[in-house]
């Protein structure tokens, strides 16, 4: 009986929601130098974050793109013209966001959900 039931405490504790990013990360962003637009946390795409505040470091690496960031209480954005490094301080609230390269919205766009 003890074994089912440590096995039983083991699932809740280990369910897929126990490892949902938490507030105070760092996710880096970036566009360029091709036709890529990317929003990660460390190697893994981020599709989903929990309400709060996150440090977003955004690596716009071309002169032809950029990286603008829309949502909840957020329209942030980096200039077309030039490559930059910026750290933007932001406070996250439920919803869906939208990240975009606006001359290349069409082929150079993700999304992500907070909950």
């Avoid at 470091?57 to 490559?83: C, M, P, R, Y």
């Amino acid at each position: 009986m003890k074994v089912a039931a440590l096995a039983a405490a083991a699932v809740v504790f280990l369910a897929p929601g126990a490892f949902a990013r938490t507030t105070g990360t760092t996710l880096v962003a970036a566009d360029g130098p091709g036709f890529a637009i990317t929003l990660k946390e460390g190697a893994t795409k981020v599709t989903t974050l929990k309400a709060g505040s996150y440090s977003f470091k955004v690596e716009d690496k071309s002169s032809i793109h950029n990286f603008h960031l829309i949502g909840t209480g957020v329209n942030v954005k980096t200039s077309v013209v030039g490559a930059t490094t910026v750290v933007w301080k932001l406070k996250l609230k439920k919803g869906t966001y939208k990240y975009v390269c606006d001359p290349h919205a069409s082929a150079m766009k993700g999304s992500f959900k907070v909950s």
